[in-house]
């Protein structure tokens, strides 16, 4: 099928290129983002491909169908960039990639752990500079310390799972608990309990209504003083003005984050000869108990091979007309944020 592939960066090409080959789609690689402006370049395509931040609104949506788009791949697990209903009017199919590796991403929250917590970020620095000296990077022993994780999914139970190997004591708080985690990693509670007991606090829950700034001013203060905060899920799952308090009283006694609030304006390009206007995001990196990384944690070779392997087979499925499972439909989107919410 002739795919646009939207948003696409040389690792996508990459990938995507790789996996092809089994399958023979006429892929065709465009670098901007999916939206109203940039539709009319879906002329001719019966299939166009999408990742996080293309967005396929309802205005986006008419353009592309009066193009002749019947089929939407999106390269990512998430679907809340595309109005489902409008494409179900309109006769387009989405097709997502439900998981394509729950470790890349539970091993990066690790790495942001023991990097904040060692000093690495700063000990990189230093000894580049002759600086041997080691003042101001101690850590703590992970061993005996409490790990909150907040939505115990497939990818927080992964984390759970390396904490626990860590000597850790695990604490869960999930709406749907998982039967696997209370069996053989940690102990559910109440998101109080988990908030106030918990050294390090990892979030792996989606973001919906229900959790849209989950942490924000009363979370926080729940917090053990000095307690370490990860982020690899969704930036509004924490309220960053909140979490900038925080770090500034030092009840927040660092903080992770791959995913942030207003992400969409800055992440996935190279702004480095640009005046970065949000001076919210800008205060965040002055903190030297904080690292923010540009939502790079499913970044490995295996998920980026099974995202590009699983978005090339679900289209082969629907150009031969057979059942995709990997089909989302409008009344799943209404479910869910109802059933999370
Ligand atoms: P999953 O669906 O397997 O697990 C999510 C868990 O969160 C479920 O157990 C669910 O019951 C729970 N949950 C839902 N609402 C909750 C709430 N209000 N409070 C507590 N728990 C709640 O999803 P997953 O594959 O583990 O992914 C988790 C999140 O990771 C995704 O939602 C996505 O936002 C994020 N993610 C980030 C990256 C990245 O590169 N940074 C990549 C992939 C996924």
Redesign the pocket.
Known sequence: MKVAVFSTKPYDRHFLDAANAAYGHELVYLEPLLSSNTASLTSGFPAVCLFVNDTADAKTLDILAANGTKLIALRC??FNNVDLKRAAELGITVVRVP?YS?YS?AEFAVALLLTLNRKIHKAYNRVREGNFALDGLAGFDLHNRTVGV???????FIFAEIMKGFGCEILG????P?PKFAEAVGRYVELSELLSSADVISL?????P??RH?IDREAIALMKPGAMLIN???GALVDTEAAIEGLKSRQIGALGL??YEQEADLFFEDLSNEIIQDDVFERLLMFPNVIVTG????LTTEALSNIAETTLANIAEVEQHRHCVHEVKAEQQVALAKA?A
């Not at 907040?150 to 927080?156: A, E, N």
């Not at 792996?204 to 919906?208: E, V, W």
């Open positions: 697990a998430g998981a729950p991403v907040i939505g115990t999914g497939k990818i927080g708080y999930d709406l749907h998982n792996h829950c989606p973001l919906t229900g959790t989950l690899t899920s969704r791959d995913v939502h790079q944690a499913f999370l």
